[in-house]
């Protein structure tokens, strides 16, 4: 299992809270709450922060393959070059 970090009372009576209004339990709240943040921010600022790319290819839901467009075709590359 992942490092989990520890929430402050606050926090985690904030999530208690959001978790009751929507009738879900506090892990699935905490699941919609990761959803609605990725949609919200823009992938290049994070791929650019990134300190582990060895998840790009496995799922990262803020990868986003590299597209190079040339005379007459489009060829889109998994990974960049180093």
């Not at 959001?18 to 600022?45: G, H, Q």
Request: some cysteine; overall charge negative.
């Amino acid at each position: 299992m992942a490092y989990t970090p520890e929430l402050s009372d606050k926090d985690s009576a904030t999530l208690r809270r959001i978790a009751w209004a929507m009738d879900i339990p506090m892990t699935e709240t905490l699941t919609r709450m990761f959803e609605t943040m990725v949609d919200a921010i823009d992938p290049s600022r994070v791929c650019s922060k990134c300190k582990d790319k060895s998840k790009c290819l496995q799922g990262c839901v803020f990868y986003v393959p590299i597209v190079h467009k040339g005379p007459g075709n489009i060829r889109i590359i998994e990974k960049e070059d180093d």
